[in-house]
Every structure is written in C-alpha cells, then in structure tokens.
C-alpha cells in the first residue's frame, strides 16, 4: 500500500510544489474528514494536481450524518486536477451509504496478505516486485525469495533492492548462489517444520528446529503450532477418505476458517495415511507433557522430531 500511494504522489504532484499541494490527516485530528475535504476543493498552486489523503479513515466502517452530507455535497464536484486518496486498515463496509458513495467515484485497491501457503500467488508477487524494482531472477531465485521471504511484501522489496545494488544495472540474472548468500531466511516457523516431519526429512527437520530455536521461539509454541497442524491434516484426511467432497463441509470439520484453504490442504495429505497422521498426535502430546515437566527442551524436541519423521518415512 505504501510502494502504492507513493506511486499516487509521484503522478499527481510536481516536485517542486510538493509542500504547497500535498496535505494528510490522521484519523485522531478532528474533524479530519470535513478538513480534508475542503482542503481537496482548493485548486493547486503551481504546477502539477492537489493531493489530500486521509490516512487510516473509518469513514467506510463508521460514518456520522454530517460527514455523510458533506461527502455527498463534495465528491460530484472534486476539481479534475485535485485527488482525494482515502486509506484504511479494515475491509470497507458494503452496507453503509459511505461506502456505496464512494463506490460511485473512487476507484477501490485492496491489498490484502497472501496466505502463506498459495505459493503460486507468492511466485506470482516476487516476479511482479523484481519487474518493479529492476532485478531479473530466474525460476530458481524466485523460489528462494519465496521461502526467503514468505508473505512479508516490506522485506521483499527491500531484499530486492539490496540485490539491485549488488547486480549494478547488470542484464543477466542474478545466480541462486549469490541470492542465497545474500538473502537470508527468515521465514523459518512451525508451519516449516510440520511441513518437513510430514515428507520424513529428518535433515531438514532438525534443521528447521535449530534455526526456530536460535531465533528464541517457545518450545511450547512450537509444539501447539505442530498439534494444531496434525489434526487439521488427520481431519481433512479422514473427510476425503469418507468420500467428503464439499470444501465448506470440509473447513467446518475441521475447524479452518477458510473454505479455500482445503485445496492446499488436500495436496497436503495426499500422500499421507490416516494412521500415519493419528500416529503422529500421542507423540506431540507426549512432548508436550515432557516440556511441561520441565525435561530439557533441546533434547526433548529434537527426539520427537526424528521419532515424528521416522513414522512418516514409511510407506
């Protein structure tokens, strides 16, 4: 949303009137709405538009009569050389007479997260940022970005940018070797690790374990992450097997908020046997136990980790 409204600013105004045509308000100034809005019916001075922008407004959650009115007087008649730019951290409420109002003259951007698990959509981003920023990658690279990166659009663009400096307006793809040694990983988490006990990578496993320690994650945080994961897997599973076809009957089995996210889900477990995912739950709530005891955490994880792997190494 930032790379967004700064794009915004660079179209509308002339740099050297910047100061004179570019204004914001806070929702916590009062009256920022009614503010904003006559400071949009101002013609520009110089060169270049106007731009006002009200940052992180409610008026698409909560809007009063009088703002109401005066978004209604305003809007139908905003100078064609002064743009009004609204932001928001809350979806928009399609209910209210606000948003239905706005809907007649603003064009809406959403900039929602991608899910971690929609690979092809973070693919998809990483390929869209480096075309922004000016670096060329090749498959491989984007990949390592992804897992890199994950889902966090601000460390993209700035792991991008250090390879743009390191590439020196060169043509040629950066190798996966020096994006590697560049870019370090940092999105290792539970999710990783659940992810590597279910394909029986013990290396990568407790690899992943190692650098979710040093990173100073719970144990205990780890472990529910890894119960929490199993049983949506087992759920999902035992959902197929009995021949269960609708996501939504799926999702609310197992307790997923997102219906979209059986698809991923059932990839997931493709490979996987019911057995094998029952196995898998007296072994975390056993580590459970052991870490709430008080045995040593290192020990303990690493033990059921391989334990884990070992039980989906087997066909």
Same mark, same amino acid.
């Given at each position: 949303?930032?790379?967004?409204?700064? %794009?915004?600013?660079?179209?509308? %105004?002339?740099? #050297?009137?910047?100061?004179?045509?570019?204004?914001?308000?806070?929702?916590?100034?009062?009256?920022? +709405?009614?503010?904003? &809005?006559?400071?949009?019916?101002?013609?520009?001075?110089?060169?270049?538009?106007?731009?006002?922008?009200?940052?992180?407004?409610?008026?698409?959650?909560? /809007?009063?009569?009088?703002?109401?009115? $005066?978004?209604?007087? *305003?809007?139908?008649?905003?100078?064609?050389?002064?743009?009004? %730019?609204?932001?928001?951290?809350?979806?928009?409420?399609?209910?209210?007479?606000?948003?239905?109002? %706005?809907?007649?003259?603003? $064009?809406?951007?959403?900039? @929602?997260?991608?899910?971690?698990?929609?690979?092809?959509?973070?693919?998809?981003?990483?390929?869209?940022?480096?075309?922004?920023?000016?670096?060329?990658?090749?498959?491989?690279?984007?990949?390592?970005?992804?897992?890199? +990166?994950?889902?966090? *659009?601000?460390?993209?663009?700035?792991?991008?940018?250090?390879?743009?400096?390191?590439?020196?307006?060169?043509?040629?793809?950066?190798?996966?070797?020096? +994006?590697?040694?560049? +870019?370090?990983?940092?999105?290792?988490?539970?999710?990783?690790?659940?992810?590597?006990?279910?394909?029986?990578?013990?290396?990568?496993?407790?690899?992943?374990?190692?650098?979710?320690?040093?990173?100073?994650? @719970?144990?205990?945080?780890?472990?529910?992450?890894?119960? =929490?994961?199993?049983?949506?897997?087992?759920?999902?599973?035992?959902?197929?097997?009995?021949?269960?076809?609708?996501?939504?009957?799926?999702?609310?089995?197992? $307790?997923?908020?997102?219906?979209?996210?059986?698809?991923?889900? #059932?990839? $997931?477990?493709?490979?996987?046997?019911?057995?094998?995912?029952?196995?898998?739950?007296?072994?975390?709530?056993?580590?459970?136990?052991?870490?709430? #005891? =008080?045995?040593?955490?290192?020990?303990? &994880?690493? *033990?059921?980790?391989?334990?884990? /792997?070992?039980?989906?190494?087997?066909?």
């Amino acid at each position: 949303m930032e790379k967004a409204i700064a %794009l915004v600013r660079d179209r509308v %105004l002339d740099p #050297q009137w910047t100061s004179f045509n570019y204004t914001s308000f806070s929702q916590d100034q009062a009256d920022a +709405v009614i503010q904003g &809005l006559n400071q949009v019916m101002t013609p520009p001075f110089g060169s270049g538009g106007r731009l006002v922008c009200l940052e992180n407004t409610n008026i698409c959650q909560n /809007c009063v009569d009088n703002t109401l009115t $005066e978004l209604q007087r *305003t809007l139908p008649v905003i100078p064609e050389n002064s743009f009004l %730019l609204l932001t928001s951290s809350n979806k928009p409420d399609e209910r209210l007479k606000s948003t239905k109002l %706005l809907k007649k003259f603003a $064009e809406f951007r959403e900039f @929602p997260v991608i899910p971690p698990w929609k690979t092809e959509l973070l693919v998809q981003c990483v390929n869209q940022a480096a075309q922004a920023v000016g670096v060329k990658l090749t498959a491989n690279t984007v990949d390592i970005l992804v897992e890199a +990166v994950g889902n966090d *659009t601000r460390l993209l663009y700035n792991e991008l940018e250090k390879l743009r400096l390191y590439a020196g307006g060169s043509n040629q793809p950066l190798d996966a070797s020096i +994006v590697n040694q560049l +870019v370090k990983n940092t999105t290792q988490n539970s999710l990783q690790l659940a992810a590597a006990i279910r394909t029986g990578d013990t290396a990568k496993a407790l690899a992943t374990l190692t650098d979710l320690l040093g990173a100073c994650e @719970p144990p205990l945080r780890i472990v529910a992450t890894l119960i =929490g994961q199993f049983r949506t897997w087992l759920w999902v599973k035992i959902m197929i097997e009995s021949g269960e076809r609708n996501q939504q009957a799926i999702a609310k089995a197992a $307790e997923i908020g997102n219906p979209n996210r059986i698809y991923y889900l #059932q990839k $997931e477990v493709n490979t996987l046997s019911v057995q094998q995912l029952i196995a898998s739950l007296p072994l975390l709530l056993d580590l459970e136990v052991s870490l709430k #005891q =008080g045995t040593s955490e290192t020990i303990a &994880l690493q *033990t059921k980790v391989i334990e884990l /792997c070992q039980v989906f190494r087997r066909s």
